[in-house]
């Protein structure tokens, strides 16, 4: 845990999937150590929070929804963000991926 806070130039989910054994991890590009300094994350705290309900409406438990519906549904919000949006849900174990790019409910 100290690591974790003093190392101040490694991507923080790198250095997570790191300590659970994954190597060869891609830097998140939205954490506070992929962020230069001074510029926000590319999806804003609000459209965050519409993608997000959005899509937790939108799964179901037990049957798999592909991506592009997911991005139909969120079209006033860019490609890039949802799938940022998605990522997330999956790290805070909200939502499951599936074959492809498809998700659900957990």
Avoid: W
């Amino acid at each position: 845990v100290i690591n974790y806070i003093n190392n101040q130039k490694q991507c923080r989910s790198v250095q997570l999937l790191e300590y659970l054994g994954e190597q060869d991890s891609e830097p998140c590009g939205i954490c506070i150590k992929c962020m230069p300094k001074g510029k926000k994350s590319s999806v804003e705290k609000e459209d965050y929070i519409r993608i997000r309900n959005t899509i937790i409406e939108s799964l179901e438990t037990k049957i798999f929804t592909p991506i592009h519906k997911l991005i139909k549904i969120n079209n006033k919000h860019p490609e890039k963000a949802v799938r940022k949006v998605l990522d997330r849900l999956i790290e805070l174990n909200l939502i499951e991926k599936g074959n492809g790019e498809t998700f659900k409910l957990k």
